[in-house]
């Protein structure tokens, strides 16, 4: 792999775009590969699995976000390392990294194993669920230093320019998990039943055969990221490294969680209207997640572009890659926009039988659709911004609009307008988010001084 920045060469949406499609096409790999795990589970051993498996979201999304606020932090590093040409600091990010998330792991899965019986009577969940959901939270708890290990490694990779390898990761892992869980939960080939902890297993199988192919295939390939001799002695503690990661990466995560719990308020206020009501907002949120999937991307593809043009003492470029992101958003996220809105009654029906619920759920498609042009908007502002290192505002702007501007206004909206109110209360945070974002990067973070962090 050539050893420069992506941002220097001179067609920078020609490089962008390529960047980009692997990891779209990873996001919405993982959103089918998640899906179709739901549906073995479901199919096979009943709705209570189901629940089971479900119960243990809420949990990995904690884990999952402090893990991709670590890697988040750690690509802006390698990224600006990279740029620079310093392949030995980009090792020693890496290492540092990887040090942190082996000793996070290893501390999750004793707890795992410790804890998972005394969660779930915290949590409520019912005994009829719970004896299935102890076995699988506690086998994916296992299983977790592989998963973040994996998770952190593939982010990793990214910061150096490479999108292609993370996505044939998925791929096979995807394709591991097709074979591998059907044949646990029903005995083929001579395996065991496994039942409910059969997903965690195939799990913990597929990130242990991706992280020995990567080992292989990175190597062959002369990988600048390759685990060799050279990597290995930097997995250990860096102090000043491991610091500015966790400073990096920390709000992130603490943004990610804070959206999620404000989620958890919102579709309770959801709930209380009816049952066609939340089946809408199922529907809609399988059907927007896969337009939010392009302008997140974007999104990460900036604050990579950024590091690295930083790196490489060419800070002036960020303008460039800003505008560059933002009409890649209006073309791609744009278009995705479109077409939901031309074919929004298939789209529902992919999801839903019901005719009153299928208009119900176009009603408020249509009533979000055209604001995830402004989330994207948001979220490439805060990349940029996260390249240079500032990561406390954004986070600051985005939990302040969720607690000032989406809660209130989706119960105060939802008494004038019913559950449409609701969305009419995210396409405002939405378009304020993006506003207050654009206000801080035009007059604050554009007057300062970009300076390297290593």
């Known amino acids: 792999m050539q ?26 790999l993982q959103n089918l590969s998640m899906t179709i795990n739901t549906v073995f589970v479901g199919q096979l051993l009943g709705v209570h699995a189901v629940a ?14 402090f893990m991709i606020g670590l890697s988040s932090g750690a690509s802006v590093l390698v990224g600006q390392a990279w740029g620079a040409g310093n392949l030995e600091t980009v090792r020693r990010a890496v290492g ?31 005994p009829d669920v719970s004896h299935l959901a102890e076995p699988y939270i506690r086998s994916m708890l296992i299983g977790s230093p592989l998963l973040f ?65 990567l080992g ?25 490294l491991s610091t500015t990661i966790l400073k990096l990466g920390v709000p992130t995560g603490i943004q990610m969680i804070t959206a999620s719990v404000a989620g958890l308020v919102v579709i309770r206020l959801v709930n209380s209207f009816g049952a066609d009501a939340t089946a809408a907002y199922g529907a809609l949120n399988q059907v927007i997640n896969y337009i939010q999937f ?21 800070a002036e470029l960020l303008s460039k890659v800003t505008k560059t992101a933002l009409l890649m958003n209006l073309a791609i996220t744009g278009s995705l926009v479109l077409l939901a809105y031309l074919f929004s009654r298939y ?20 009533t979000i659709l055209w604001a995830i042009l402004f989330l994207g908007i948001n979220a490439i502002f805060a990349s940029i911004m996260r390249a240079s290192g500032t990561v406390t505002p954004p986070m600051l702007i985005n939990i302040a609009t969720i607690f000032i501007i ?37 007059f604050v973070w554009k007057k300062k001084a970009i300076r390297k962090l290593v």
């Open 406 to 442: 989406e809660v209130p206004c989706a119960y105060l909206f939802s008494h004038f307008w019913g559950l449409q109110g609701i969305w009419f209360a995210y396409a405002l945070s939405f378009v304020s988010l993006s506003l207050f974002q654009f206000s801080y990067y035009q």
């Open 96 to 126: 540092s990294t990887v040090f942190m998330t082996i000793i996070s792991g290893v501390i999750i899965a004793i707890l795992g194993l410790t804890f998972t019986h005394p969660l779930l009577q915290l949590l409520g969940v019912a």
């Open 149 to 213: 290990l994996y998770i952190v490694y593939t982010s990793l990779l990214r910061g150096v320019g490479d999108s292609f390898t993370p996505l044939l990761s998925l791929a096979i892992t995807s394709l591991l998990g097709l074979f591998i869980t059907p044949a646990l939960i029903q005995g083929y080939f001579g395996l065991p039943q496994l039942g409910i902890i059969s997903p965690a297993i195939a799990s913990i199988i597929g990130n242990l055969a991706i992280l020995l192919f």
């Open 294 to 314: 392009p302008a997140f991307s974007i999104a990460i593809a900036a604050s990579i572009f950024g590091a690295q043009a930083i790196g490489a003492g060419k």
């Open 52 to 65: 089971a498996v479900a119960v243990f979201f809420p949990i990995i999304f904690c884990l999952l976000s």
């Open 3 to 28: 050893q420069r920045p992506l941002v220097t060469d001179q067609k920078l949406w020609k490089s962008f775009f390529l960047f980009l499609l692997p990891l779209i096409a990873t996001n919405i």
């Open 347 to 366: 789209l529902m029906n992919l999801f839903i039988t019901d005719p009153n619920v299928v208009a119900l759920g176009q009603k408020l498609l249509f």
């Open 216 to 240: 292989f295939y990175l190597n062959k390939k002369q990988h600048p990221l390759r685990p060799n001799k050279a990597l290995f002695k930097e997995i250990r503690h860096h102090a000043q």
